[in-house]
T-cell receptor, first 114, second 110 residues
Framework: GAGVSQTPSNKVTEKGKYVELRCDPI?????LYWYRQSLGQGPEFLIY????????DSGLPNDRFFAVRPEGSVSTLKIQRTERGDSAVYLC????????????FGEGSRLTVL | AQRVTQPEKLLSVFKGAPVELKCNYS??????LFWYVQYSRQRLQLLLR??SRESIKGFTADLNKGETSFHLKKPFAQEEDSAMYYC????????????FGKGITLSVRP
């Protein structure tokens, strides 16, 4: 398929563990976004990449969260020392170079921290 | 700072009734406003944007800068409109992020 792909779709981990979530954007899309969605809330912005660089990382809640996009395509969101409050659906989206505001979303990675 | 407020969590109407989903925003410059929709077991997707000034699936939304609102309207709801609806705002500038509201569940009963 040509859509945004996220893996894993579900991840259950224990408090204190390290987690990586992967996003494969639509081919040719240079902008990539990570959002977090908790139950009953809208998507909360985490970080936005334009190419390989983070254009805006103001939404990362603390230094346990880090994201990379080394080759300007696939991105990995990394969470260290997970806490129960990190449990949420992590959404990835991509858009064309023009950053029109039309984001194409993946199905999300549901993270549960026990 | 940019903020989007959707004051209601749930709107339940009968098929054929009019629908208005409210959205208010806070932004100091000239924003771009969007409505996104998530149908059951589907991905979040763009429904419409204020710049296009188009009707999608019978829905329209007008940007009212005086009231800082961007309400989504449809004159006659259909059962297939049942979904989660999110209002979103993008600030000025090429690198501006998209900020979402908390969303509203629209339930259209037969």
């Amino acid at each position: 398929g040509a859509g945004v792909s996220q893996t894993p779709s579900n991840k259950v981990t224990e408090k204190g563990k390290y987690v990586e979530l992967r996003c494969d954007p639509i081919s040719g899309h240079t902008a990539l976004y990570w959002y977090r969605q908790s139950l009953g809330q809208g998507p909360e912005f985490l970080i936005y990449f334009q190419g390989t660089g983070a254009a805006d990382d103001s939404g990362l809640p603390n230094d346990r969260f880090f994201a990379v996009r080394p080759e300007g395509s696939v991105s990995t969101l990394k969470i260290q020392r997970t806490e129960r409050g990190d449990s949420a659906v992590y959404l990835c989206a991509s858009s064309s170079a023009a950053n029109t505001g039309e984001l194409f979303f993946g199905e999300g990675s549901r993270l549960t921290v026990l | 700072a940019q903020r989007v407020t959707q004051p209601e969590k749930l709107l339940s109407v009968f098929k054929g009734a009019p629908v208005e989903l409210k959205c208010n925003y806070s932004y100091s410059g000239s924003p771009e406003l969007f409505w996104y929709v998530q149908y059951s077991r589907q991905r979040l997707q763009l429904l419409l944007r204020h710049i296009s000034r188009e009707s999608i699936k019978g829905f329209t939304a007008d940007l009212n800068k005086g009231e800082t609102s961007f309400h989504l309207k449809k004159p006659f709801a259909q059962e297939e409109d049942s979904a989660m609806y999110y209002c979103a705002l993008k600030g000025a500038g090429a690198n501006s992020k998209l900020t979402f509201g908390k969303g509203i569940t629209l339930s259209v009963r037969p």
